[in-house]
């Protein structure tokens, strides 16, 4: 079975809902650091004392979205701009990942931040894979270099992030303790 052709403006699209998911999650942890950090003013919603985590904002974007796509069927402008709110929508509904596959835990889990790089991941080959097709045997050697660069730092960062982890993890996990009502 042959794959589905992407077009150069799905590619487009997915380039912009790429670009929102990425700075809303960067936007979304500098945000939650900052105040449990008590950098910032406690911006977060309560409802009866209950912190409504954003992951909520996030599926009621993505319900919003995806009715305004169904129903309005937009083009042009509109269809760019549901592209940049559907990436903004994922960023604040995977940054918290861990949170609704564990149902609760802490804000710091890594299978939030693996589920955003997964995410990232496969809106990236949405983005660019139409790129791939008129690729040079030049670029196919320069793209295995720098993929075998990417294993190689992946690697580093991977066995980076654990002790990481070790050392911060309980810090964090304490900031966020302190900071809840």
Not at 9 to 21: E, I, K, N
Not at 41 to 59: D, K, M
């Amino acid at each position: 079975m042959d794959p589905v052709p992407v077009s150069t403006d799905s590619a487009q699209l997915a380039r912009r809902a790429l670009f929102g998911f990425i700075l809303t999650f960067i936007a979304a942890r500098t945000v939650v650091l900052l105040i449990m950090s008590h950098r910032m003013p406690n911006l977060y919603f309560f409802l009866r004392g209950t912190h409504v985590h954003h992951l909520n904002y996030g599926i009621f974007l993505l319900a919003g979205v995806s009715a305004y796509l169904l129903f309005r069927a937009p083009a042009g402008k509109d269809l760019r701009i549901a592209a940049l709110a559907y990436g903004m929508a994922m960023a604040l509904t995977f940054d918290e990942f861990g949170m609704w596959l564990h149902l609760g835990g802490s804000y710091w889990q890594r299978a939030s931040v693996d589920a955003v790089i997964i995410v990232a991941a496969v809106l990236a080959l949405i983005a660019f894979a139409p790129a791939i097709r008129s690729f040079e045997s030049r670029h196919l050697k320069a793209s295995i270099a720098i993929l075998i660069a990417l294993v190689a730092f992946g690697a580093v960062m991977y066995d980076a992030s654990l002790q990481i982890g070790r050392l911060e993890g309980p810090r964090l996990e304490a900031l966020e303790l302190s900071s809840s009502p």
